[in-house]
């Protein structure tokens, strides 16, 4: 199968997952209280406040035909791709202060900055860079897919539900417009390192498989027992 | 000068830590970690941590077994003398030795309970001494080769997680068998680890001697160095006719779970390999015992684990590997297995399968305790006032 089906497929299934899980449908559906509410929207903030750096990596590793949109993607992430342009990670802390939560962000900032020295003092599991870096490029593309499918929903939910101002609701609505567009480029990147650094359809599907064992968005955005339970690990 | 210490308290956790994975062998298909673990704190205030994995089809064990033996007659042997910090294995296995043998109606071996409580106390009295495990169990290696293990499930699910190990680059291999489709899973394996790498095998004693006969002369095409555990505790006596017809290294995991057991399998010399893991033996006294017995009898040995050990049996396992040089490892799968780990940095293995020694106080593990809480089913709490 062509790389880029399988990476498509692996996202439609995750996507599903975590669309059918009984988190995500309380959640949408107004029925869960204020905390669980606030519980997503921290892990939201914990999971993207590092989102820069991520994509700082993949700029350093992205092949010839990919890092001009890759330092597209990663100077809009900054807020320096235009004049006048917001870094994603104030939308966050805007969305976090809407929500009366703007306390949280010193704590929220640390939190993501451990999860980076986290990864960093894993044991490297593959033989090269290229290796990690396609892991990497396979992980954060599929939040930019998810988003790109998801986010209007998960901002409508969370104004209708928790109350948070429209206006403070911009890193999903910005995320979902310019988000559809980066994540049909992010499988064109994808394909583009998979050519470049001559990683087989095999090896690459191995790859995809083993970096999307869980369900990635459960883990992130509810717990690692959302996506346990997803996984049929537990009940 | 020796220095003492007394047990103060002990909590008691049994675990529900979920795997990414399940993992599928003869007699069990697993989704989560189930060890217990033991928190014990010294009159000095230092805390170890200790680690049982209870198993009913080897040692009779249940977390509720565990649980039972650990507050009841460990906990109160633990508390009635005081405990020396050890500076060497010598010192171990006294202190393991010390610890009673708790036997129980339907119970082979309370091994994983006495493992749980004798690494607690090991940990703390060696937090207590600012000493490390590798400073008792010092390393000759300089690093430890783990071995990949491959879970039974479908052809398919088998060649997907053979060639998810093979990017890591792993020299040694094991499969589990004792399935229908076993010549495939073990063809699809065979073929994408290259006729390089070590194969293994491990029947959790599903077969009997003619069964385990006929599969291994069929599979002499792929080149099966080790068959583990073949026939179960219940046909053992077949194991020497067995490892007479030299179709593989013949190895004993369920078979050597007593005392009694390895004295009858050196004096038959009825196997050809041992497979030592710390939680079925009873903790690291036992294990360092066998050990010791297999290198004057000149039988081989392997450090192997229970699925879904935590970082502090990972620790543990490191520690030991890297002194007693094996001729196999297996463990350190961290949160390649465990949704989440409940040591403050990984324990797992990384590339080539390769992992260093440890340092630190104690194994060189600090314990999460905010995690290991998360996941307990049940908190067991016992202090030495309480057991007067």
Redesign the interface.
């Known amino acids: 199968m062509a790389l880029r089906h399988v990476v498509e497929a692996a996202y439609r299934k995750q996507i599903e997952v975590f669309m059918a899980s009984p988190e995500v449908i309380a959640l949408l559906a107004g029925e869960v209280d204020r905390v669980a509410y606030d519980a997503f929207l921290e892990a939201l903030a914990r999971t993207h406040f590092a989102s820069g750096q991520y994509l700082g990596f993949l700029f350093a590793v992205a092949p010839p035909r990919s890092v001009d949109r890759v330092k597209h993607n990663l100077l809009e992430e900054l807020g320096l791709d235009a004049a006048g342009g917001e870094a994603h990670g104030q939308l966050l802390e805007a969305m976090l202060h809407g929500a009366g939560l703007g306390d949280r962000i010193p704590t929220l900032r640390a939190d993501a900055a451990e999860s980076i020295r986290e990864r960093a003092e894993e044991p490297i599991l593959y033989g090269t860079l290229r290796e990690i870096g396609f892991a990497a490029l396979v992980e954060i593309s599929a939040f930019e897919w998810l988003l790109a499918h998801t986010a209007s929903r998960f901002a409508a939910a969370l104004e209708a539900h928790r109350g948070v101002p429209r206006a403070a609701l911009a890193w999903f609505t910005h995320h979902a417009e310019v988000d559809l567009r980066h994540a049909e480029e992010a499988v064109d990147t994808i394909c583009d390192y998979a050519d470049h650094h001559r990683i087989t359809a095999d090896h690459a599907e191995t790859l995809v498989d083993a970096t999307l064992r869980e369900n990635v968005f459960l883990r992130r955005y509810f717990s690692v027992r959302a996506a346990a339970r997803a996984g049929g690990m537990i009940s | 000068m020796t220095v003492s210490h007394r047990a103060a308290s002990i909590e008691v956790f049994p675990l529900?830590l979920?795997?990414?994975?399940?993992f599928r062998h003869a007699t069990s298909d697993r989704?989560?970690c189930d060890s217990v673990l033991v928190k014990l704190t010294l009159e000095n205030g230092v805390v170890g941590w200790g680690e049982g994995v209870p198993r009913a089809y080897v040692t009779g064990e249940t977390q509720a077994s565990v649980v039972e033996h650990v507050t009841g007659p460990l906990a109160r042997a633990l508390f009635g003398r005081p405990w020396s910090e050890p500076v060497s294995t010598g010192d171990i296995i006294t202190i393991g030795q010390r610890l009673p043998t708790v036997v129980a109606e339907g119970v082979l071996a309370a091994n994983a309970a006495h493992c749980a409580v004798e690494l607690a106390l090991v940990d703390a009295l060696l937090r207590s001494a600012k000493a490390s495990l590798a400073d008792v169990l010092i390393p000759a290696a300089r690093e430890v080769h783990y071995s990949a293990a491959i879970t039974a499930t479908t052809v398919e699910g088998t060649e997907?997680v053979a060639?998810?190990l093979?990017?890591?680059?792993f020299r040694d291999w094991k499969v589990k068998v004792g399935f229908d489709d076993d010549d495939a899973r073990l063809a699809a394996v065979r073929a994408i680890i290259g006729d390089e790498a070590s194969l293994r095998i491990d029947a959790n004693g599903a077969w009997s001697v003619d069964e385990a006969e006929e599969r291994l002369a069929r599979w002499q095409r792929f080149a099966v160095e080790t068959v583990e555990e073949p026939l179960g505790r219940a046909r053992r006596a077949d194991l020497a006719r067995l490892k007479a017809k030299r179709l593989a290294a013949v190895s004993v995991d369920e078979s050597l779970v007593t005392d009694a057991d390895a004295t009858s399998l050196f004096r038959d010399r009825s196997c050809d390999l041992l497979n030592l893991r710390l939680s079925k033996l009873g903790g690291l006294a036992s294990t360092l015992r066998i050990a010791t017995t297999a290198h004057a009898e000149s039988m081989d040995y392997q450090v192997g684990c229970q699925v879904g050990e935590t970082a502090i049996l990972s620790a543990v396992g490191r520690h030991l590997a890297a002194h007693l040089v094996p001729r196999y490892v297996e463990g350190s799968f961290g949160?390649?297995l465990l949704?989440?780990d409940i040591g403050d940095?990984?324990v797992?293995?990384?590339?080539?399968g390769v992992?260093q020694p440890l340092a630190g106080p104690g194994f060189g593990v600090e314990v999460r305790e905010d995690r290991v809480r998360a996941y307990a089913k049940s908190v067991h709490t016992v202090d030495r006032g309480s057991l007067r």
């Open positions: 529900e979920p795997f990414v994975e399940s989704t989560a997907k060639k998810r093979k990017l890591v680059g949160a390649h949704a989440e940095r990984p797992t293995f990384g590339h080539r992992g």
